[in-house]
């Protein structure tokens, strides 16, 4: 069965600083693969994804993630963090055939000191 | 236009008591998603329908978790009888059949049970 892996629970970065978050996943094949975002109180929303083709993939608010096969990873990035970035994020992975029942990492908790 | 709609946001019950969580999905959207999100587990895929009929349920807890899918607006999630074990945010969630991992949430139900 496929799983993801986020080994940072909680990070602190400065506002205006870059910023990477890691994701790491296990499946056989090559996954679908997405983050998402989530602001307290909220629920869930999609900020990007990978299909195939171009590994480096472009998303909303100006994140953008990299497909790695051979480190079986999907890190989240962003140049120059807001304030307004800091939430929860979460890596997910879904597999052909269920694509749409995707199963989320543990999230990584993001707070921005100013 | 209207995103997926919870309610209630706050439920606070005791223990035995049947507890109904509800959902309205996006027009159109044919897929429909059950999370629960406990901060022990993470979240938790508990059961999915498409087309109002349950796809897989091998996420739902146990016998005191039963979900409907009546039509294709609406949704119920009942926990009979509720265990304090069963307090978490409970997320539903939508997406259309091609929108692969595009899931769009609602706001989750914060369920207490004392």
């Known amino acids: 069965a496929q799983s993801v892996t986020q080994p940072d629970i909680h990070i602190t970065v400065s506002e205006g600083a870059s910023l990477e978050l890691r994701c790491n996943y296990s499946?056989?094949?090559?996954?679908?693969l997405f983050w998402y975002v989530q602001s307290p109180g909220q629920g869930l929303q999609l900020l990007l994804k990978?299909?195939?083709?171009?590994?480096l993939v472009q998303g909303i608010k100006g994140f953008e993630a990299e497909f790695k096969r051979s480190q079986s990873s999907f890190n989240l990035r962003k140049p120059s963090v807001h304030w307004s970035d800091a939430a929860e994020y979460f890596c997910a992975v879904g597999v052909t055939g269920t694509a749409s029942k995707l199963t989320f990492g543990t999230g990584t908790r993001l707070q921005v000191t100013l | 236009d209207a995103g997926v709609i919870q309610s209630p946001r706050h439920e606070v019950t005791e223990m035995g008591q049947e507890v109904t969580l509800r959902c309205k999905p996006i027009?159109?959207?044919?897929?429909l998603f059950w999370y629960r999100q406990t901060m022990m587990r993470g979240l938790e895929l508990l059961i999915y329908f498409n087309n109002n009929v349950p796809i897989d349920d091998s996420g739902m807890p146990e016998d005191r978790f039963s979900a409907k899918m009546p039509n294709a607006s609406f949704s119920t999630l009942k926990i009979q009888p509720s265990e304090p074990r069963d307090s978490a945010v409970y997320f539903c969630a939508s997406s259309l059949s091609g929108g692969i991992g595009e899931l769009f949430f609602g706001e989750g139900s914060r369920l207490t049970v004392l």
């Open positions: 027009s159109g959207h044919d897929y």
């Open positions: 499946y056989g094949a090559t996954p679908y």
């Open positions: 990978y299909f195939s083709g171009d590994t």
